[in-house]
């Protein structure tokens, strides 16, 4: 089986429920892994916004969280990855941890990107999507996409 990211909370290509994004609850939507390989030794999750280049002038990064366990796993809405070996890194907000969507002027697409990698990642809280991007060369085993919508209040 494939390396595979779902959600119950909204199906691949689906709305976001508003209570994930940032001027809402602004915490995580629940998400299920299957599928790692089994010589993955960490995970990185990557939740970033490619609509926002237009208003922001970048893609937008809402969540990066990197050496989280590698196995078949949930991850719990409003999850706290300091519980585990998990990191996570600066979001395009300016704040460590995980920011909502948050599209400034119409329906936004919404990647929630998976990489299984061969090698845990030496980087400090608060690291950048360049900085895990440049960590993870040459180590990605496999990687899969969740994508889901929001639409401003």
Same mark, same amino acid.
């Given at each position: ?24 609850? #602004? ?56 519980? #585990? ?69």
């Amino acid at each position: 089986m494939p390396l595979r990211l779902t959600s119950p909370a909204f199906d691949d290509g689906e709305s976001i429920p508003d209570r994930y994004g940032y001027e809402h609850e #602004n915490v995580n939507p629940p998400l299920h892994v299957e599928g790692v390989p089994k010589e993955a030794k960490s995970l990185v999750l990557v939740v970033d916004d490619p609509d926002a280049e237009e208003p922001a002038g970048k893609v937008w990064d809402h969540w990066l969280v990197w050496n989280i366990e590698a196995e078949p796993l949930a991850i719990p809405e409003a999850w706290s990855p300091g519980r #585990n070996d998990a990191i996570e890194g600066k979001n395009s907000f300016g704040e460590v941890g995980y920011g909502g969507p948050s599209p400034p002027d119409r329906t936004h697409r919404y990647r929630f990107r998976l990489y299984a990698l061969d090698t845990s990642l030496s980087l400090f809280a608060g690291a950048t999507k360049r900085e895990i991007e440049a960590a993870m060369d040459g180590h990605r085993l496999e990687e899969t996409t969740l994508t889901g919508t929001y639409t401003p209040i």
